[in-house]
């Protein structure tokens, strides 16, 4: 009941951030029956149908349950305390988001057991999770579940944007005083343009979304060729919102290293301006590319070029950042602690999935790849070996000051090497199995095209990532009960939340802090040395 | 829930100069915009590529509907005078003049249900007879929703201060801000008008090509 009323962003963030796992442990099933059914050619464990549900609910899962409120869930509890506030600017509009999001999150949930009405159970949504029409039209998906599809991920939306109302208002208007924009967390300025995005992003969804019930509810007609609509439409307006939303999903996370990674290297983050420059530059080109998820529809040499060159543009900034984090980690004194394994191979795994990107911007290559187990390659790469590595290295990290307890080094870094060998297993093959021909969102596949060999390693991937995640928990609950007690500042570093004690109280400072440099605890620890005179 | 301990500090957050209603009325705006840019987009790709059924040039007729606007407009300039009003402390004033925007906005949303009758009743345009139909009661449709949730925002800022919670010095910025969404709604107004009654109403029925 404490909880359930609370308005407390610190209790909000952890019930973001605990509901966002129990997705991910769903949405992790439902993968795992995907790559049973697919790990031997002409497989029957699970039929089509059932598969395309499987996939359709992973992926909006994924993407709609678990990255989105476990990333903002990490917004909101560590904004207010970077930046030296006692709480976000709207406490009861933030508790009301987390359950708009809960609600959102129950209702998709729920069409498991009742899309058809009370004809009958297991009619989740099965049009993907872009749910491209005219396959969402009445004529092709009958019963509700697209309407439920619809507006569970509509409620959570809501839910999102008055998360970001709030994170905007928070930064700008409640930080202590002294810290100005150019000294606040790396992670402040990429909740900022997260926030964004948000805002310009989603009510796009919501509107198509709109629409898209118009259309199958009072019979419109937006999306559905055969009465004048367009299907093209749906298509940009989906992807307007859908791109800009990979870098909601990856931005959260680029903070998140941007971090983790000072401190386990002893150093300053390299090239702090140009971070920014390059976070807010990313925050603006991604409203421009969003045609790349559309080059086989046919829009044309010109349009065709002009997204291929905005998507090449955004990689520049993208590029800044990892030569910054190398830069920090140069000549740094590295301490290879389990938040500094997953942020190292965050770095690692965004880059390949980077440069499958790039190479997937490049038109003639795209129309043979697209649709193909490649794309899933490269978009597993910059979600799971980018936002789902950086979102471990942050549990680890700021575990401690959440709970007061620190999580075991040795299960941890066993979790790191399950999820690492196992990610790797699952998801590099995936290159090869689309390069030879395999289309995506497939049920099955005969057994002489030379993808049985892939497709099994991916399979094979999938029990020791589980060992990861297993492990993972086993060592979250034993910390809870029993972990050693972390102290208000384990690891040492410098930002403002490790200023008071761990958990924090309520009001989270006694004395609101005040700063004069980019690392205010630096200034305190080295009275004798500090930043502020080098700034 | 537990209540921050008093503090004198507590303060000391606010050491911006912006405001945390103003930041979060902004960032509404802002969203709403966006929402809106979907329609307004959708609409303008729709415009001439709805060869059945009822044409915009011979459904819309820009009488009522100028009447409507001009109402919806002025009602900007008499929350402006309310606000005003509220700010030297002259409640009578503030009062009357938020009354009869809300009376404006009513007449507004009164005027576009006739004119919504009239298109069904007479000119048999609905939401499900073609690509015009469909966006013009979604686009327009979508705005009058939001001038009934700007409207219920000053009806309660009406009633609160009939029952005496609005005083002046302290609350006059908070109502401020609350009128901030009136005016947008207005001027989406302007931009629904301009694309459905000035750009849209060109001939249609060209075959698609
Ligand atoms: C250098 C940066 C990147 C480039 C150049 C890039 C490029 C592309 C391109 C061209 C596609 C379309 C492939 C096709 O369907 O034919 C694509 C798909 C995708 N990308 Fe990226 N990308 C980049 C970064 C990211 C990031 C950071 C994320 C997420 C965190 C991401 C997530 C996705 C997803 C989810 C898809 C597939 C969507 C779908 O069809 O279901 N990408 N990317
Ligand atoms: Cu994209």
Redesign the pocket.
């Known amino acids: 009941m404490q909880w359930a009323i609370s308005v407390d962003h610190k209790k909000l963030a952890l019930m973001y951030i605990g509901a966002g796992l129990c997705f991910f442990l769903v949405a992790g099933l439902e993968a795992a029956f995907m790559r049973l059914q697919l790990a031997r050619a002409e497989n029957d464990v699970i039929d089509p149908e059932t598969f395309n549900q499987l996939f359709t609910m992973h992926?909006t899962t994924m993407v709609f349950l678990v990255g989105m409120p476990i990333l903002l869930g990490f917004g909101n509890y560590l904004i207010p305390l970077m930046v030296g506030a006692r709480d976000m600017a709207f406490p009861r509009l933030n508790a009301f988001g987390f359950w708009l999001f809960i609600f959102g999150g129950l209702l998709l949930y729920f069409s498991y057991l009742g899309a058809d009405g009370l004809y009958g159970a297991g009619t989740a949504p099965d049009v993907g999770?872009?749910a491209y029409a005219p396959l969402t039209s009445r004529t092709f998906s009958r019963g509700n579940s697209t309407d439920y599809w619809i507006l569970g991920i509509m409620v959570s939306g809501f839910g999102s944007m008055t998360t970001a109302i709030n994170f905007i208002a928070t930064i700008l208007c409640m930080r202590c005083p002294g810290m100005t924009l150019m000294r606040m967390p790396m992670i402040g300025w990429m909740m900022l343009v997260v926030a964004f995005l948000v805002l310009v992003a989603i009510p796009i969804l919501t509107g198509a979304q709109i629409m898209l019930l118009l259309d199958r509810t009072l019979g419109a007609h937006f999306f559905d060729p055969e009465t004048q609509g367009s299907a093209i439409l749906w298509q940009h307006l989906f992807w307007f919102f859908?791109h800009p939303e990979?870098?909601i999903?990856?931005l959260p996370a680029f903070g998140f290293v941007s971090e983790i990674m000072p401190t386990f290297s002893r150093k300053v983050l390299f090239g702090y301006p140009l971070m920014v420059a390059a976070t807010v530059g990313i925050g603006f080109i991604s409203l421009g590319v969003w045609a790349?998820?559309m080059?086989v529809v046919g829009l044309g040499p010109v349009l065709d070029s002009f997204f291929g060159a905005t998507?090449f543009l955004?990689?520049v900034p993208?590029g800044i950042k990892i030569f910054n984090w190398l830069g920090t980690m140069w000549g740094g004194r590295l301490h290879f602690t389990t938040p500094m394994l997953f942020v190292t191979g965050f770095v690692a795994m965004f880059v390949i999935?980077?440069l499958t990107?790039?190479m997937?911007?490049t038109v003639p290559l795209?129309w043979q790849?697209?649709?193909s187990y490649f794309?899933v390659g490269?978009?597993h790469y910059?979600?799971f070996g980018?936002?789902v590595f950086g979102i471990f290295g942050a549990i680890f990290y700021w575990f401690p000051k959440a709970t007061g307890r620190l999580l075991d080094e040795r299960l941890g870094k066993w979790t790191f090497w399950l999820l690492f060998i196992g990610f790797t297993l699952t998801f590099m093959p995936m290159h090869v199995s689309g390069a030879l021909g395999m289309p995506r969102r497939i049920y099955t596949y005969e057994a002489d095209r030379g993808w049985e060999i892939w497709n099994l390693i991916s399979s094979i991937g999938v029990p020791v990532q589980m060992a990861g995640v297993a492990i993972f928990l086993w060592n979250a609950i034993r910390a809870l009960r029993r972990g050693p007690v972390a102290g208000d500042d384990p690891w040492d570093a410098w930002t403002l939340e490790w200023g008071t004690t761990s958990p924090p109280p309520e009001w989270n400072f006694d004395r609101i802090p005040t700063c004069t440099s980019a690392r205010p605890l630096w200034d305190r620890k080295n009275p004798e040395d500090p930043d502020a005179y080098y700034e | 829930m537990t209540a921050l301990p008093a503090n004198p500090e507590a303060a000391a957050t606010l050491r911006s100069p912006l405001s945390r209603a103003k930041v979060g009325m902004a960032c509404l705006i802002f969203m709403e915009s966006a929402i809106f840019s979907a329609f307004l987009v959708t609409y303008l790709y729709y415009i001439g590529k709805s060869p059945d059924g009822p044409q915009p040039l011979e459904c819309l007729e820009l009488g009522l509907v100028l009447v409507n606007s001009a109402c919806l407009i002025s009602s900007s300039f008499t929350v402006v005078i309310s606000v005003r009003a509220l700010a030297r402390g002259a409640m009578g004033a503030f009062r009357f003049w938020l009354a009869l925007t809300i009376l404006l906005g009513i007449e507004f949303l009164v005027g576009t249900g006739y004119e919504w009758w009239g298109l069904i009743e007479d000119k048999g345009l609905t939401l499900q007879s073609n690509a015009f139909g469909t966006n013009f009661y979604s686009l327009v449709g979508l705005h009058a929703f939001h001038v009934i949730v700007g409207m219920l925002m000053l009806v309660v800022i009406l009633v609160l201060s009939i029952f005496g919670f609005i005083r002046p010095d302290r609350d006059h910025q908070r109502v401020d801000v609350a009128t901030w969404y009136w005016h947008f709604v207005d001027v989406v107004w302007i931009l629904v008008f301009t694309l459905v009654y000035i750009v849209g109403r060109v001939p249609q029925g060209a075959p698609a090509s």
């Open positions: 992926g999770w872009f859908g990979v870098y999903l990856i790349h998820h080059f998507t955004i990689s993208t999935g980077g990107g790039i997937l911007a795209t790849l697209s649709d794309v490269h978009f910059v979600l980018g936002t």
